[in-house]
């Protein structure tokens, strides 16, 4: 057959194959088209979970009665004009195919109102993009897009629609996340002419966070960290949940760029990194985040329903992400109470490094069962500088009198006892604190271990037959590249020829790893996000076997000095919440707590 132009109706058709996968889809080009008008409140009506109806109706800027037939033409839009502005997008739609698309598939009738008309008009459009007849309505200012009979002209793609509830169920989920991306703006909706949810915009902080809790739940208020950093022209605000509070399922996962919902691989593996050593094994992390920079540091015209987005500086906003949710895990301390506060601002004077290593050369010759506490009752007196003021002198804590008057009971109080040589039972200024011993010891020793990992120079050893590693030239030539990066880590790697690698030394720490596939890994990392954690990762394993070795196991009676040492040492170590596999480390029994549990005032 010879060359020939498709027929509009087509084309729209074909390009809403790639727009429109299902009644969802419709509804967020519809919803973000309302929010790139401006409106403060949206209103969306489903009826068959989309099938039969979709209406979205908003309170926004409108359109000119002789804009609407280019509307609902492929590729018109009033977003964008240059090359320029491509480059700088700013609002949610850009392309110009969604109502072209959506009514090649579908019966599209769109009414419309400006501020200074004196009427709206509506148009219908069948996806030919002719013969528009423009007629009067009531309307008032803004617009409404009313699409019925989805895939009425396409039956194959409606048979691949899952059930009614399915269907709905993702719209749902939809414009519950696009009310978090925007508080200032009311959703309403409606399903069979029942209303399942009315957001009312939130301008207040209370509000917000009420939005929060009906989309999120009230327990991940109470569980979550509010974030505000900013570096490098970047800035991250928004919550994330404590390690303890995390789910089996990503699907509490949000994650905005310029107020666009995204799903980015490079995004995933900075929260993956950051949550690395205090997650239990399975588990997924629950953040809510919003991530704003230059938009033209970011390409969001990489995908047909702007769902990714690229990154012009991948290893920055990598990096970024990875410190700034590393940094507000880890200043998460006893004093800190899990719920929604203000953390980690720049520049935060507040948070605090692990306390300095002492001498831990006899460590690997120390026998797990004769493992003594790295911390003396001695040095507890020292940098406990208030011992001159209402706390009384060790040894022994003993007198617990009136120390719930002093403003310097510490957030982890005075061990009481320690329960089945297992449990540290202690009393606080507001309640009752229980430590699982070996969990608190075996995180407050790891970070003990990385600190001086991190801060000496790496130990390596030469190996006395150089292993080749076969790779692609573009591995080879990221190596050479990065010869600095391996040598800070403990690697010796030089390029022996185009696509061969020559390791001629590993760090000590990795004697027993497989420095080949290690490596291998450590370069597509390299290739994917700019940077690889690898190395530091299998270090941290090694470090953690270490720790939890060298902690002090259960069966084993502390006296009282030895408890309190450990309590101190809890309040100034990073993550201490968690232990090294990410089980907790202590709980909190509040005076409420226990009044509720002997029915106390009622």
């Given at each position: 057959?010879?060359?020939?132009?498709?027929?509009?109706?087509?084309?729209?058709?074909?390009?809403?194959?790639?727009?429109?996968?299902?009644?969802?889809?419709?509804?967020?080009?519809?919803?973000?088209?309302?929010?790139?008008?401006?409106?403060?409140?949206?209103?969306?009506?489903?009826?068959?979970?989309?099938?039969?109806?979709?209406?979205?109706?908003?309170?926004?800027?409108?359109?000119?009665?002789?804009?609407?037939?280019?509307?609902?033409?492929?590729?018109?839009?009033?977003?964008?004009?240059?090359?320029?502005?491509?480059?700088?997008?700013?609002?949610?739609?850009?392309?110009?195919?969604?109502?072209?698309?959506?009514?090649?598939?579908?019966?599209?009738?769109?009414?419309?109102?400006?501020?200074?008309?004196?009427?709206?008009?509506?148009?219908?459009?069948?996806?030919?993009?002719?013969?528009?007849?423009?007629?009067?309505?009531?309307?008032?200012?803004?617009?409404?897009?009313?699409?019925?009979?989805?895939?009425?002209?396409?039956?194959?793609?409606?048979?691949?629609?899952?059930?009614?509830?399915?269907?709905?169920?993702?719209?749902?989920?939809?414009?519950?996340?696009?009310?978090?991306?925007?508080?200032?703006?009311?959703?309403?909706?409606?399903?069979?002419?029942?209303?399942?949810?009315?957001?009312?915009?939130?301008?207040?902080?209370?509000?917000?966070?009420?939005?929060?809790?009906?989309?999120?739940?009230?327990?991940?208020?109470?569980?979550?960290?509010?974030?505000?950093?900013?570096?490098?022209?970047?800035?991250?605000?928004?919550?994330?949940?404590?390690?303890?509070?995390?789910?089996?399922?990503?699907?509490?996962?949000?994650?905005?760029?310029?107020?666009?919902?995204?799903?980015?691989?490079?995004?995933?593996?900075?929260?993956?990194?950051?949550?690395?050593?205090?997650?239990?094994?399975?588990?997924?992390?629950?953040?809510?985040?919003?991530?704003?920079?230059?938009?033209?540091?970011?390409?969001?015209?990489?995908?047909?329903?702007?769902?990714?987005?690229?990154?012009?500086?991948?290893?920055?906003?990598?990096?970024?992400?990875?410190?700034?949710?590393?940094?507000?895990?880890?200043?998460?301390?006893?004093?800190?109470?899990?719920?929604?506060?203000?953390?980690?601002?720049?520049?935060?004077?507040?948070?605090?490094?692990?306390?300095?290593?002492?001498?831990?050369?006899?460590?690997?010759?120390?026998?797990?069962?004769?493992?003594?506490?790295?911390?003396?009752v001695s040095e507890l007196q020292q940098s406990?500088?208030?011992?001159?003021?209402?706390?009384?002198?060790?040894?022994?804590?003993?007198?617990?009198?009136?120390?719930?008057?002093?403003?310097?009971?510490?957030?982890?109080?005075?061990?009481?006892?320690?329960?089945?040589?297992?449990?540290?039972?202690?009393?606080?200024?507001?309640?009752?604190?229980?430590?699982?011993?070996?969990?608190?010891h075996e995180r407050v020793t790891y970070e003990?271990?990385?600190?001086?990992?991190?801060?000496?120079?790496?130990?390596?050893?030469?190996?006395?037959?150089?292993?080749?590693?076969?790779?692609?030239?573009?591995?080879?030539?990221?190596?050479?590249?990065?010869?600095?990066?391996?040598?800070?880590?403990?690697?010796?790697?030089?390029?022996?020829?185009?696509?061969?690698?020559?390791?001629?030394?590993?760090?000590?720490?990795?004697?027993?790893?497989?420095?080949?596939?290690?490596?291998?890994?450590?370069?597509?990392?390299?290739?994917?996000?700019?940077?690889?954690?690898?190395?530091?990762?299998y270090s941290n394993q090694v470090l953690a076997?270490?720790?939890?070795?060298?902690?002090?196991?259960?069966?084993?009676?502390?006296?009282?000095?030895?408890?309190?040492?450990?309590?101190?040492?809890?309040?100034?170590?990073?993550?201490?919440?968690?232990?090294?596999?990410?089980?907790?480390?202590?709980?909190?029994?509040?005076?409420?707590?226990?009044?509720?549990?002997?029915?106390?005032?009622?």
């Amino acid at each position: 057959m010879r060359i020939h132009a498709l027929p509009p109706q087509l084309i729209n058709q074909i390009a809403a194959g790639e727009v429109v996968e299902r009644p969802a889809s419709v509804v967020k080009e519809l919803v973000e088209n309302s929010l790139d008008a401006g409106a403060k409140n949206i209103q969306i009506e489903i009826e068959q979970s989309g099938i039969r109806l979709i209406k979205i109706r908003d309170d926004g800027s409108g359109i000119v009665k002789e804009d609407l037939s280019l509307a609902l033409s492929r590729h018109a839009t009033s977003k964008i004009s240059s090359l320029a502005d491509l480059e700088h997008i700013s609002s949610m739609g850009f392309r110009g195919e969604a109502l072209p698309s959506i009514s090649s598939i579908a019966r599209l009738t769109l009414i419309s109102r400006t501020a200074d008309s004196d009427c709206a008009w509506r148009v219908h459009a069948d996806g030919h993009e002719q013969n528009f007849d423009c007629q009067p309505d009531p309307h008032p200012q803004g617009t409404t897009v009313e699409v019925r009979d989805l895939f009425y002209n396409m039956p194959a793609r409606r048979k691949f629609l899952k059930s009614e509830k399915t269907e709905f169920s993702h719209i749902e989920t939809l414009i519950r996340r696009m009310a978090l991306s925007r508080f200032d703006v009311s959703f309403k909706l409606t399903h069979n002419q029942r209303e399942v949810c009315h957001l009312k915009a939130a301008d207040s902080e209370a509000q917000q966070l009420q939005r929060l809790a009906s989309i999120c739940g009230r327990e991940f208020i109470e569980q979550a960290v509010k974030i505000d950093f900013s570096a490098s022209d970047l800035h991250l605000s928004g919550w994330v949940g404590l390690p303890t509070f995390s789910r089996s399922q990503q699907d509490m996962q949000y994650f905005y760029v310029n107020g666009r919902l995204i799903k980015d691989a490079l995004v995933a593996h900075a929260v993956k990194q950051a949550y690395q050593d205090v997650l239990f094994h399975g588990r997924h992390p629950v953040f809510v985040l919003y991530l704003e920079l230059n938009p033209a540091l970011v390409d969001v015209n990489a995908h047909p329903a702007k769902s990714e987005v690229r990154f012009r500086e991948g290893r920055l906003v990598h990096d970024f992400l990875f410190s700034a949710l590393y940094r507000c895990l880890a200043n998460q301390r006893p004093a800190s109470q899990p719920k929604v506060t203000l953390a980690n601002k720049e520049n935060d004077e507040s948070i605090r490094t692990a306390s300095p290593l002492e001498d831990w050369q006899s460590y690997s010759q120390t026998p797990a069962t004769q493992v003594t506490l790295p911390f003396q009752v001695s040095e507890l007196q020292q940098s406990y500088s208030s011992f001159d003021r209402d706390i009384p002198d060790l040894p022994g804590f003993k007198n617990l009198e009136g120390l719930k008057t002093t403003d310097n009971f510490p957030p982890l109080g005075y061990a009481l006892a320690h329960l089945h040589n297992i449990y540290i039972l202690s009393e606080t200024k507001t309640g009752l604190i229980l430590v699982d011993t070996h969990a608190a010891h075996e995180r407050v020793t790891y970070e003990r271990l990385k600190l001086q990992y991190q801060q000496g120079q790496v130990p390596h050893q030469p190996l006395l037959l150089p292993i080749k590693i076969a790779v692609t030239a573009h591995e080879a030539d990221l190596a050479e590249q990065q010869q600095v990066f391996f040598a800070e880590l403990g690697f010796e790697i030089n390029q022996l020829a185009p696509e061969t690698l020559l390791v001629r030394a590993i760090p000590v720490l990795l004697a027993k790893a497989n420095p080949e596939k290690l490596i291998r890994d450590v370069l597509a990392d390299m290739a994917m996000y700019g940077v690889s954690s690898r190395i530091q990762q299998y270090s941290n394993q090694v470090l953690a076997k270490m720790a939890c070795h060298g902690s002090v196991r259960a069966g084993r009676r502390l006296t009282v000095d030895e408890m309190n040492a450990l309590l101190r040492e809890m309040e100034k170590t990073e993550r201490i919440g968690q232990c090294n596999h990410g089980r907790p480390t202590w709980i909190e029994l509040s005076g409420t707590d226990l009044d509720r549990f002997f029915l106390r005032g009622q």
